[in-house]
């Protein structure tokens, strides 16, 4: 049973508009939530990430959305731009309990960005 | 700056051979952990190292071993691989078990046939 859950296999967005990624989960034990950026041929790597206790985070043309009550966040790329054409996945953490720092991921989105 | 560094980069196995995919971070990390992909499933946790001298289970940990060499190494066996184990598989570490930034190796492609 998945717990977290990216339901949009693909995004397809212009060069300058605005890409947003969704992600669900389902644990309410999870306190941090990370989004990660994979290209093909590599490993992923981190992109942005964002406590429980807060509702936004902001660096640079990328920003997180939380709403804990939806159990729902979102990635925010403005302007997107080709090289932001990747993978992207949501994970999410607790940081107490038996699952003490396991990553949970979801199964991404391909994210394209057309000039 | 090496990071996360996996060996091999890909390799064919045929059913029931063994192998041991290796991993070593250089950035003194705590914790590291092993991940498989298979298309459309994301990332699965196989194990975990928190600290030197523990593993713990993930998600999918049946048909592997794992041991946690030393800080630096921490690698990943099949004892008899199956078809099933045809996967990209990523090692990757944590400053500790509570740090969201997790390093990646650039993987391991292992076909089973």
């Known amino acids: 049973d998945q717990q977290v859950k990216q339901n949009s296999p693909s995004l397809s967005v212009q060069e300058g508009r605005i890409s947003i990624l969704n992600c669900d989960y389902t644990?309410?034990?999870?306190?941090?939530f990370l989004w990660y950026k994979k290209y093909p041929a590599e490993g992923p790597t981190f992109l942005i990430s964002?406590?429980?206790?807060?509702d936004k985070n902001e660096d640079g043309r990328f920003t997180v959305f939380l709403n804990k009550s939806a159990k729902h966040l979102s990635l925010h790329i403005v302007p997107s731009q080709p090289g932001d054409s990747a993978v992207y996945f949501c994970a999410a953490l607790a940081d107490r309990g038996s699952t003490l720092g396991r990553l949970y991921f979801g199964r991404g989105t391909q994210l394209t960005v057309w000039p | 700056n090496a990071g996360v560094t996996q060996t091999p980069k890909f390799q064919v196995l045929k059913t029931g051979q063994s192998m041991t995919l290796q991993c070593a971070q250089d950035m003194n990390h705590n914790s590291m952990y092993w991940y498989r992909q298979d298309p459309g499933m994301g990332l699965r946790l196989i194990y975990y190292?928190?600290?030197?001298?523990?593993?713990d289970k993930g998600e999918v940990p049946n048909g592997y071993n794992v041991s946690r060499l030393n800080k630096r190494e921490f690698s990943l066996r099949l004892e008899s691989a199956a078809p099933s184990q045809t996967s990209v598989y990523f090692c990757?570490?944590?400053?500790?078990?509570?740090?969201?930034?997790?390093?990646f190796g650039q993987g391991t492609r292992l076909t089973v046939v």
């Open positions: 964002i406590s429980s206790i807060k």
């Open positions: 990757a570490s944590t400053r500790s078990p509570l740090n969201t930034e997790a390093f």
């Open positions: 190292s928190a600290s030197e001298g523990t593993t």
């Open positions: 644990n309410s034990m999870f306190d941090y």
